[in-house]
């Protein structure tokens, strides 16, 4: 069975770091690439950040380039997002999603159940 | 990367079909056979749907189905269930190994 367990949210003051981390299991970690989605309350869903398999390809969206920092660690079947800058729309409940990929087809089929970052003073 | 423009609620008596359109552009929908929906009840994770357009996962009901023309996918749910009351939404690569999603959809069973 696909788990995916995030943790470190919390809260934070605007301007300040906080780094996501995500625990994969069920699955081969290091054939799958991986994305952190988030869900402002009460809000829709918004692709945050997305990195291959081996980490040699990584993606931003442009609300959070230049911000944010997506990474894995193979050995550790572990996902991280680390958040700098934060601002007050960072808010959300930000998701670890395994997506499923190949040469002509690539989907999201299986999500965390989220870690909530709240950004204020 | 704006988002895909989905109605924000639908509504269907049980028993009866709706279906949910997402609106993209050329550089999203209209350009890739990547869109997926998902299904979202309060206070859950979402719940791949469908994907490639038209493909449901192993377990999904087949009362669920997908299609897309043009810079339009779209969701259509027959046989409407109490369970199936929840928000929808869809997804779409954009190009650039980056991905947008739609604002979501309310359906209700009335």
């Known amino acids: 069975e696909v788990q995916l367990v995030e943790s470190g949210g919390g809260l934070v003051q605007p301007g300040r770091s906080l780094r996501l981390s995500c625990a994969a299991s069920g699955f081969t970690f290091d054939d799958y690439a991986m994305y952190w989605v988030r869900q402002a309350p009460g809000k829709g869903l918004e692709w945050v950040s997305g990195i291959s398999w081996n980490s040699g390809s990584i993606d931003y969206a442009d609300s959070v380039k230049g911000r944010f920092t997506i990474s894995r660690d193979n050995a550790k079947n572990s996902l991280y997002l680390r958040m700098n800058s934060l601002r007050a729309e960072d808010t959300a409940l930000y998701y670890c999603?395994?997506?499923?990929?190949?040469?002509?087809?690539?989907?999201?089929?299986?999500w965390g159940q989220g870690t909530l970052v709240t950004v204020s003073s | 990367q704006s988002a895909l423009t989905q109605p924000a609620s639908v509504s269907g008596s049980p028993g009866q079909s709706t279906t949910i359109s997402c609106t993209g552009t050329?550089?999203?929908?209209?350009?890739?056979?990547?869109v997926s929906w998902y299904q979202q009840h309060p206070g859950k994770a979402p719940k791949l749907m469908i994907y490639?357009?038209?493909k449901r996962p192993s377990g999904v009901s087949n009362r669920f189905s997908g299609s897309k023309s043009g810079n339009t996918a779209s969701l259509t749910i027959s046989g409407l269930q109490a369970e199936d009351e929840a928000d929808y939404y869809c997804c779409s690569y954009a190009g650039s190994s980056t991905w947008v999603f739609g604002g979501g959809t309310k359906l209700t069973v009335l």
């Open positions: 490639e357009g038209s």
């Open positions: 050329s550089s999203d929908v209209g350009s890739y056979s990547l």
């Open positions: 999603a395994k997506a499923d990929c190949s040469l002509t087809s690539c989907y999201i089929d299986y």
